[in-house]
């Protein structure tokens, strides 16, 4: 082995070795089984900090089943991910002076193709880097033939058994990308705006109401005015109109418990097709919904009047809001206010802005046809479960039974609340790129639902000289999503990977996405794949900077997970940064903020640090804060793993490491060490079947870093050196074969380093029999009970306490560490003595010990360390300079001292004790114990040192 850990020269071409053996894919003669979802990621996407601790953790549960003797399967995949993909080619296009609309939608999917084709996929590529240990063979695309036979096979079925519907229905709207977009493109912020109060007339003449609003162009689309029904203001004018400000339509005034009376004037604008609330009081009271808005969120020609309500409703509009945009329109309707003398008063006002997180526009709620699952309704028209009875109450129940169970458990609460107030499903969207809807119209505007048009004919009985037209819109990208767990092992075909991993064993995803992406598997799943699609949900926290703030690439404190493997220099980071915001004018804080927090840029740590330091943070449920130090801490774990193998090889590599049939004595700390592997062994695997990777990595660092590095290297040193052959072959194999199982251990949360040192090490242990093995299908440790040595646990329990002893004494007095010094012991029991006899060898050589004898008579001047009841005295004559150790000892004593006086006399300051905190009055109250604490202590330590110079 190099005698320098070099991550770089190690990762890539261990990790082609295992693509080139096939190492990831499933061994189907296997028993049992174990499946895990890549949650597929935007083809756009690229590796952030998020995807790389998820991706971590589930190829941790990868390669752990497999090296438990599982079929494993890590299912990997893309998303075509409709907007961001069709914004990125949109883009590429207007660079070249063309909109999609220039070259048309068939030569415009062409286009896409090609970007995907050259530029997609990169995220997969950045996946590998980390180790990913899915199933490459087996990755699959959303848009790919089999996935697209899947979608087109849901939406007939769903059809036809009428759970899905095409419907006129208030959406999120972005009017720059002119689609519909769900809650999850929706980000919402605070901003400041401002909240106007109208005067809205009663028609009789006999007075107005004062009505508030923040979007004063939605008042064109109003149809009336909600007041509490127990409002003893306004109860009289319930049923009676108001005359709408410049439009000039009367309105009714309603009653509806949604109102607050307390909230301003306790009058509300109602706007059915422009507010979600509204939408809700409209549905309620039968109210016209008047659409005032274009698709590009400018005032219609006329409004658009929608449902059975509207009918006799006047759509006129005023002519000089007509075509403005909505923001426009806003203040000029304003002004009209104003000089009407409607306008009460304006109020800053901060509110939650939605906007698109793809094009940054404001959205709009807008009445548009869609196409819509039934989650709602107990019965389809023709008397068939509804989408209640049929898709959301099965998903309920696959939770409350305990088929599908959260980890934490808490997330199901989330998942309830959802649930249980869902509304309908808007899957269409008016984009190009996706899957279109399987559905055709006749001049008539009929609609005939087919797999394809040939079918469509052929079922409705449509000759072929009449024109079929085949919907534009295409389906949202999570209806696709939703299939995914059943449709990528090969659904609607009975395929043998369905069979074997259906349903799959975990899903690890994070919070944000229970609504949108789980609730729906779980949907789907149990109404075409009959069974829950998963048996547990892992949710993990998000991965926040060091000072607890979410990453964003607006706020400059983005790291990419690749940087910190590679490292990335100063200049070329803050290029990085500042490249491609949203809003440029932050680009010198960000590049202030960088140089400031990485002055040397980012050095290189390797893949398996970085991997180690998410699964030691992976707290069940809770964020990370990622500091780099940590990394660092990590980084400095997997060079001491590498250091402690290269003794370990130095020690056994042509040496007889127990692998025949000579006799083998070992020796207690070996015996220790066994024991001490099999608590390490069973303490992992109960961490990792509750997913507590945090603690199963913490148990894992402490065994390699402390016990074995630390310890056993040191403790098996006498018996190579001085022991007989028996004893040095024990000790051999004790070390090879304690390493290779560590490595094994080790190896689903570090696996390039492991896989590395153990093609060295496995052959020393017997446990590599050919050129081709790997760690990743040798077995997962298993502990073996029989093999603890509680006897052997106590004695080196023992010896570690007199070591630490004598080292606690050394630091104190400042003995030199390699100075061999003098023992007496006292008050020794005969366990005591035999542990002495058995032990002394170790403890000669590792405690640096000249020799140990019982003390008889008077005890000299000599510093103590307790080791149970025994004492262990080290006489302290000649061994120090005590002139020096005064004057060192004199000068600490009076720095405590100052402390102690500066401490005292803040706590008694009246003024400080009264008015500080109560919390910084008690830090420093806990301050001067601490220092008076060390002023005892190191007068006892001169006091000492004074009576050795007398």
Same mark, same amino acid.
């Given at each position: 082995?190099?005698?320098?850990?070099?991550?770089?020269?190690?990762?890539?071409?261990?990790?082609?070795?295992?693509?080139?053996?096939?190492?990831?894919?499933?061994?189907?003669?296997?028993?049992?089984?174990?499946?895990?979802?890549?949650?597929?990621?935007?083809?756009?996407?690229?590796?952030?900090?998020?995807?790389?601790?998820?991706?971590?953790?589930?190829?941790?549960?990868?390669?752990?089943?497999?090296?438990?003797?599982?079929?494993?399967?890590?299912?990997?995949?893309?998303?075509?991910?409709?907007?961001?993909?069709?914004?990125?080619?949109?883009?590429?296009?207007?660079?070249?002076?063309?909109?999609?609309?220039?070259?048309?939608?068939?030569?415009?999917?062409?286009?896409?193709?090609?970007?995907?084709?050259?530029?997609?996929?990169?995220?997969?590529?950045?996946?590998?880097?980390?180790?990913?240990?899915?199933?490459?063979?087996?990755?699959?695309?959303?848009?790919?033939?089999?996935?697209?036979?899947?979608?087109?096979?849901?939406?007939?079925?769903?059809?036809?058994?009428?759970?899905?519907?095409?419907?006129?229905?208030?959406?999120?709207?972005?009017?720059?990308?002119?689609?519909?977009?769900?809650?999850?493109?929706?980000?919402?912020?605070?901003?400041?705006?401002?909240?106007?109060?109208?005067?809205?007339?009663? @028609?009789?003449?006999?007075?107005?109401?004062?009505?508030?609003?923040?979007?004063?162009?939605?008042?064109?689309?109003?149809?009336?005015?909600?007041?509490?029904?127990?409002?003893?203001?306004?109860?009289?004018?319930?049923?009676?109109?108001?005359?709408?400000?410049?439009?000039?339509?009367?309105?009714?005034?309603?009653?509806?418990?949604?109102?607050?009376?307390?909230?301003?004037?306790?009058?509300?604008?109602?706007?059915?097709?422009?507010?979600?609330?509204?939408?809700?009081?409209?549905?309620?009271?039968?109210?016209?919904?008047?659409?005032?808005?274009?698709?590009?969120?400018?005032?219609?020609?006329?409004?658009?009047?929608?449902?059975?309500?509207?009918?006799?409703?006047?759509?006129?509009?005023?002519?000089?809001?007509?075509?403005?945009?909505?923001?426009?329109?806003?203040?000029?309707?304003?002004?009209?206010?104003?000089?009407?003398?409607?306008?009460?008063?304006?109020?800053?006002?901060?509110?939650?802005?939605?906007?698109?997180?793809?094009?940054?526009?404001?959205?709009?709620?807008?009445?548009?046809?869609?196409?819509?699952?039934?989650?709602?309704?107990?019965?389809?028209?023709?008397?068939?479960?509804?989408?209640?009875?049929?898709?959301?109450?099965?998903?309920?129940?696959?939770?409350?039974?305990?088929?599908?169970?959260?980890?934490?458990?808490?997330?199901?609460?989330?998942?309830?609340?959802?649930?249980?107030?869902?509304?309908?499903?808007?899957?269409?969207?008016?984009?190009?790129?996706?899957?279109?809807?399987?559905?055709?119209?006749?001049?008539?505007?009929?609609?005939?639902?087919?797999?394809?048009?040939?079918?469509?004919?052929?079922?409705?009985?449509?000759?072929?000289?009449?024109?079929?037209?085949?919907?534009?819109?295409?389906?949202? @990208?999570?209806?696709?999503?939703?299939?995914?767990?059943?449709?990528?092992?090969?659904?609607?075909?009975?395929?043998?990977?369905?069979?074997?991993?259906?349903?799959?064993?975990?899903?690890?995803?994070?919070?944000?996405?229970?609504?949108?992406?789980?609730?729906?598997?779980?949907?789907?799943?149990?109404?075409?794949?009959?069974?829950?699609?998963?048996?547990?949900?892992?949710?993990?926290?998000?991965?926040?900077?060091?000072?607890?703030?979410?990453?964003?690439?607006?706020?400059?404190?983005?790291?990419?997970?690749?940087?910190?493997?590679?490292?990335?220099?100063?200049?070329?980071?803050?290029?990085?940064?500042?490249?491609?915001?949203?809003?440029?004018?932050?680009?010198?804080?960000?590049?202030?903020?960088?140089?400031?927090?990485?002055?040397?840029?980012?050095?290189?740590?390797?893949?398996?640090?970085?991997?180690?330091?998410?699964?030691?943070?992976?707290?069940?449920?809770?964020?990370?804060?990622?500091?780099?130090?940590?990394?660092?801490?990590?980084?400095?774990?997997?060079?001491?793993?590498?250091?402690?193998?290269?003794?370990?090889?130095?020690?056994?590599?042509?040496?007889?490491?127990?692998?025949?049939?000579?006799?083998?004595?070992?020796?207690?700390?070996?015996?220790?060490?066994?024991?001490?592997?099999?608590?390490?062994?069973?303490?992992?695997?109960?961490?990792?079947?509750?997913?507590?990777?945090?603690?199963?990595?913490?148990?894992?660092?402490?065994?390699?870093?402390?016990?074995?590095?630390?310890?056993?290297?040191?403790?098996?040193?006498?018996?190579?050196?001085?022991?007989?052959?028996?004893?040095?072959?024990?000790?051999?194999?004790?070390?090879?074969?304690?390493?290779?199982?560590?490595?094994?251990?080790?190896?689903?949360?570090?696996?390039?380093?492991?896989?590395?040192?153990?093609?060295?090490?496995?052959?020393?242990?017997?446990?590599?029999?050919?050129?081709?093995?790997?760690?990743?299908?040798?077995?997962?440790?298993?502990?073996?009970?029989?093999?603890?040595?509680?006897?052997?646990?106590?004695?080196?329990?023992?010896?570690?306490?007199?070591?630490?002893?004598?080292?606690?004494?050394?630091?104190?007095?400042?003995?030199?560490?390699?100075?061999?010094?003098?023992?007496?012991?006292?008050?020794?029991?005969?366990?005591?003595?035999?542990?002495?006899?058995?032990?002394?060898?170790?403890?000669?050589?590792?405690?640096?010990?000249?020799?140990?004898?019982?003390?008889?008579?008077?005890?000299?001047?000599?510093?103590?360390?307790?080791?149970?009841?025994?004492?262990?005295?080290?006489?302290?004559?000649?061994?120090?300079?005590? @002139?020096?150790?005064?004057?060192?000892?004199?000068?600490?004593?009076?720095?405590?001292?100052?402390?102690?006086?500066?401490?005292?006399?803040?706590?008694?300051?009246?003024?400080?004790?009264?008015?500080?905190?109560?919390?910084?009055?008690?830090?420093?109250?806990?301050?001067?114990?601490?220092?008076?604490?060390?002023?005892?202590?190191?007068?006892?330590?001169?006091?000492?040192?004074?009576?050795?110079?007398?």
């Amino acid at each position: 082995m190099d005698k320098t850990y070099d991550p770089r020269q190690i990762e890539q071409d261990c990790y082609q070795r295992w693509m080139e053996g096939d190492q990831f894919k499933p061994d189907m003669q296997a028993e049992g089984a174990y499946c895990i979802m890549l949650p597929p990621p935007n083809v756009t996407g690229r590796l952030h900090m998020g995807h790389a601790f998820q991706d971590t953790l589930m190829d941790t549960l990868t390669r752990w089943h497999r090296m438990r003797g599982e079929a494993t399967l890590w299912q990997p995949g893309t998303d075509h991910a409709g907007i961001a993909t069709q914004m990125v080619v949109e883009r590429r296009l207007e660079s070249e002076g063309v909109s999609r609309h220039d070259i048309g939608r068939t030569k415009f999917l062409e286009k896409v193709w090609e970007w995907k084709e050259q530029s997609g996929g990169f995220i997969t590529e950045q996946m590998k880097r980390l180790g990913a240990s899915c199933d490459w063979s087996r990755e699959r695309f959303t848009m790919d033939d089999g996935l697209s036979e899947a979608v087109r096979e849901v939406f007939v079925r769903l059809y036809e058994d009428g759970l899905i519907y095409r419907g006129k229905r208030l959406v999120n709207w972005d009017p720059v990308l002119r689609t519909a977009v769900s809650d999850l493109e929706v980000v919402s912020e605070e901003e400041k705006g401002h909240l106007w109060h109208m005067r809205y007339p009663l @028609t009789n003449g006999e007075g107005h109401l004062v009505v508030a609003t923040t979007r004063p162009e939605t008042m064109l689309g109003d149809t009336a005015v909600a007041v509490h029904p127990e409002d003893e203001r306004y109860k009289h004018l319930i049923g009676e109109t108001i005359t709408l400000p410049l439009v000039g339509r009367c309105i009714p005034i309603i009653s509806d418990d949604y109102v607050d009376p307390e909230f301003g004037s306790g009058c509300v604008k109602i706007t059915p097709a422009h507010d979600f609330n509204d939408y809700a009081i409209g549905q309620r009271h039968d109210l016209p919904m008047l659409n005032v808005l274009t698709e590009t969120a400018t005032i219609r020609e006329a409004a658009e009047c929608v449902g059975e309500a509207a009918r006799d409703t006047d759509p006129h509009l005023p002519e000089r809001y007509r075509g403005l945009d909505r923001f426009e329109a806003r203040r000029q309707i304003v002004a009209d206010l104003e000089a009407e003398g409607l306008l009460v008063q304006i109020d800053d006002h901060k509110l939650m802005v939605p906007r698109g997180d793809r094009s940054g526009t404001v959205i709009e709620p807008l009445l548009t046809d869609q196409w819509f699952v039934d989650l709602t309704r107990d019965e389809t028209v023709t008397g068939k479960p509804g989408g209640k009875k049929a898709i959301t109450e099965p998903a309920i129940d696959a939770v409350r039974s305990g088929d599908i169970r959260f980890v934490p458990g808490n997330w199901e609460n989330t998942y309830f609340q959802w649930l249980e107030n869902i509304q309908d499903w808007c899957i269409s969207r008016q984009l190009w790129w996706g899957h279109r809807i399987p559905a055709w119209f006749d001049s008539d505007g009929n609609i005939f639902v087919g797999r394809d048009e040939v079918e469509v004919r052929a079922k409705y009985e449509i000759g072929a000289d009449e024109e079929l037209t085949q919907d534009e819109d295409v389906l949202d @990208t999570w209806f696709s999503s939703a299939l995914w767990p059943f449709s990528t092992l090969g659904w609607p075909e009975h395929t043998a990977e369905l069979e074997r991993f259906y349903p799959t064993s975990v899903l690890v995803t994070g919070f944000d996405i229970i609504f949108f992406w789980v609730a729906r598997m779980v949907m789907m799943g149990k109404y075409f794949g009959k069974d829950v699609p998963f048996h547990e949900v892992y949710v993990h926290g998000l991965v926040r900077d060091a000072h607890g703030q979410k990453m964003s690439k607006s706020k400059g404190n983005v790291l990419d997970p690749i940087d910190i493997i590679d490292g990335i220099d100063l200049e070329a980071l803050v290029e990085k940064r500042t490249t491609g915001l949203m809003q440029p004018k932050k680009a010198r804080l960000i590049e202030k903020q960088t140089r400031e927090e990485f002055p040397d840029g980012i050095e290189e740590h390797g893949t398996d640090a970085l991997r180690f330091t998410f699964a030691a943070q992976a707290t069940t449920g809770r964020d990370i804060s990622f500091d780099l130090e940590r990394v660092k801490g990590y980084r400095n774990f997997c060079n001491k793993l590498w250091n402690a193998s290269r003794f370990v090889l130095m020690q056994c590599e042509g040496e007889d490491t127990g692998l025949g049939d000579e006799p083998v004595t070992l020796g207690t700390a070996d015996r220790w060490i066994i024991g001490e592997l099999q608590a390490c062994e069973a303490t992992v695997t109960k961490h990792l079947e509750n997913y507590r990777f945090d603690l199963a990595a913490q148990a894992l660092y402490d065994f390699t870093w402390s016990t074995y590095c630390d310890w056993y290297l040191e403790l098996s040193k006498p018996a190579i050196k001085h022991g007989d052959e028996a004893a040095k072959r024990g000790t051999r194999r004790t070390l090879v074969r304690v390493l290779e199982a560590l490595l094994r251990l080790l190896h689903p949360f570090i696996p390039f380093i492991t896989e590395t040192i153990w093609q060295r090490v496995a052959p020393l242990a017997g446990t590599k029999r050919a050129d081709d093995d790997t760690i990743m299908t040798a077995p997962f440790p298993v502990a073996d009970e029989s093999q603890r040595d509680p006897e052997a646990r106590e004695a080196i329990e023992w010896l570690q306490g007199f070591i630490l002893g004598v080292r606690r004494i050394r630091a104190e007095m400042d003995i030199a560490p390699g100075k061999p010094l003098p023992v007496l012991v006292s008050e020794a029991s005969d366990l005591d003595r035999a542990r002495i006899t058995e032990l002394e060898p170790l403890l000669t050589t590792v405690a640096r010990i000249e020799s140990i004898e019982e003390l008889d008579g008077e005890l000299p001047e000599s510093a103590m360390a307790l080791v149970g009841k025994m004492q262990v005295h080290i006489p302290l004559a000649g061994l120090i300079d005590v @002139t020096a150790e005064l004057e060192r000892l004199n000068k600490a004593v009076e720095g405590i001292e100052k402390q102690i006086e500066k401490a005292r006399g803040k706590l008694s300051n009246a003024n400080f004790v009264e008015r500080a905190p109560e919390a910084v009055v008690n830090q420093e109250r806990e301050r001067l114990a601490g220092f008076e604490a060390e002023f005892e202590e190191l007068a006892a330590q001169r006091e000492r040192i004074r009576r050795l110079a007398d």
